[in-house]
Each structure stands twice: as structure tokens, then as C-alpha cells.
């Protein structure tokens, strides 16, 4: 496999969530294109796990919660060598390795299976606080959707890790702003979004979800000042819903709605040209 930076993964993975989403005729591809770029910059050297040895004991650890965006952690995997490109082809299908949410069973580099939300957060305070009650020297990445702030769980598990200063826990959100079938603000309002991350105890830092040198600075925890209280961080990323193909940017209706034949064509021919010409 030829090495690539992060912003080159992030556009071999929009691309092959595309071709994935539509072979299985699967949904969800406007939430893998938000959230792609947060992955790349994750797995091009932030979070400390290796393709070659997926299970190494002293690995950090990565979870998306949003498991809907199944098809963009995959593909964004595949291509950091963690299995076989050829896996995507038969994404969402009967018998295929790789499950329409994210699916653990069997796949190299996937910690924990998601989909139903509100799950992701609970479990990875829950690494996050075993690996440093046992001086184990682990971060913990959650990747979140901000519609999965209206879980009850995600809110209970931040006020878990700021009581037992959890500093080893970094969450990611993906604000897109859009869930299901509308603006996040619409469906159950969330602002002001970084005070209550504030309120509950948390280290809150706001980034520009696209821009990978903002995402590196975000999401690499520098050491803690002496006699500065640990607190786990939360980065919340202001993404756009689809990006990277225009007609599906900012439009919830991609959030269900699977890309046919032309649709698929018109994305290739925007992604593609920047690949090649790279």
C-alpha cells in the first residue's frame, strides 16, 4: 500500500463510501461525507493504532458512535491498510464482512460495533477510565453526531468523566447541523452547544471540521500544566453535511437517500479529477 496524507485518504475514502453506499444501495452517505475528514486525521497519526498489528494491547483506541457513517470509517480504514479494499465492494450486502452500521465482528481496526445511539460515548469513558485507574498509557477517541447529543446516555457519560477527570477521553463531534429529516436546532435545539459541554466539567475546543491542520490541533491533547485540574476534551467540529459533492451538501435529504447510477456519476466527477491530478 503507497502511504498517503490525510487530506489524500479523505478523498480516496469519499470516494469509495460513494461507490460503496451505492453497490449496496445503503444510506447515510451525507453523514460519511461530513465526518470522513475527522477519520482521516484520526488514523494519519493521531490516534496511535497500526494496520499491521490492529490489536496491539498498548493501541489507543478509536469508536464511531455515529454507526450510521459506516460506509466512510470503512473505507477510510481500507485505505490505511487495515484490510482489503476489495471488502467494500459487497458493503451492506447479505454475507458481506462489513454491516450497514459499524460492525466489529471480524473487521481489523473497528473497537466496537454502533448504530443505536448514545451507546459510543458510555462505552469509551469506560476504556478510557480502566487504562488510567491501571496506568495504562491510552487516549480514547469518540466520534460522535451532534443529533446524538439528544441521547440521555451521552450526557450522563460526560458527567462520568469530568467527575472522575478522565483526561485520556477525547470526543469528537460532527456538527453538521442536520438529523434525520431536519436542522438539528429544528429537531430538538442544542445550542448553546460549547456551554453545556462547559457546564458539565469538560475542556472545549471549536474547529473548523474540514480543515485537517485545525482538526490535528483539536484533537492532539498536548500535556497537562502542572496543577491544572484534568478534564476530558470534547471538539466540536463544524462540518458540512455531504461535503465534497455540491448537490449533496447541506441537503438532508442525503441522510436516507442512497446515490443511483447518476448520482454516483455526477459525485465521481467532482471528487475524481482532484484524486488523479493529485
Request: a negative charge; one cysteine or more.
Amino acid at each position: 500500500m503507497v502511504e498517503i496524507n490525510s487530506r489524500e485518504l479523505a478523498r480516496a475514502a469519499r470516494i469509495s463510501a460513494l461507490r460503496a453506499t451505492h453497490a449496496g444501495n445503503s444510506s447515510h452517505i451525507g453523514s460519511c461525507l461530513s465526518v470522513i475528514d475527522i477519520l482521516a486525521v484520526l488514523y494519519d497519526g493521531i490516534a496511535h493504532v497500526r494496520p499491521d498489528c490492529p490489536d496491539d494491547p498498548a493501541r489507543d483506541i478509536v469508536i464511531l458512535s455515529k454507526g450510521h457513517a459506516a460506509a466512510g470509517l470503512y473505507s477510510v480504514l481500507a485505505h490505511s491498510g487495515f484490510f482489503p479494499l476489495e471488502w467494500l465492494e459487497d458493503y451492506s450486502q447479505d454475507g458481506s464482512r462489513l454491516g450497514g452500521h459499524v460492525t466489529s465482528t471480524g473487521v481489523p481496526g473497528v473497537e466496537f460495533s454502533t448504530g443505536s445511539l448514545g451507546h459510543g460515548l458510555p462505552f469509551g469513558v469506560g476504556l478510557a477510565l480502566a487504562a488510567k485507574r491501571r496506568g495504562v498509557a491510552r487516549k480514547v477517541f469518540v466520534v460522535m453526531s451532534d443529533g446524538e447529543c439528544d441521547e440521555g446516555t451521552t450526557w450522563e457519560s460526560a458527567m462520568l468523566a469530568a467527575h472522575h477527570d478522565v483526561d485520556n477521553l477525547v470526543v469528537a463531534i460532527d456538527r453538521n447541523h442536520l438529523q434525520s429529516l431536519a436542522d438539528t436546532e429544528e429537531t430538538l435545539r442544542l445550542e448553546p452547544f460549547a456551554d453545556k459541554w462547559t457546564a458539565f466539567g469538560w475542556e472545549v475546543v471549536s474547529v473548523d471540521g474540514h480543515d485537517h491542520e485545525a482538526l490535528r490541533h483539536g484533537l492532539e491533547v498536548p500535556p497537562r500544566a502542572s496543577g491544572v485540574r484534568a478534564r476530558p476534551r470534547v471538539v466540536i467540529c463544524e462540518t458540512v453535511k455531504g461535503k465534497g459533492v455540491s448537490f449533496m451538501e447541506n441537503k438532508v435529504l442525503w441522510h436516507y437517500r442512497s446515490p443511483d447510477d447518476d448520482a454516483l456519476t455526477a459525485a465521481l466527477s467532482e471528487l475524481q479529477p482532484v484524486v488523479e491530478g493529485r
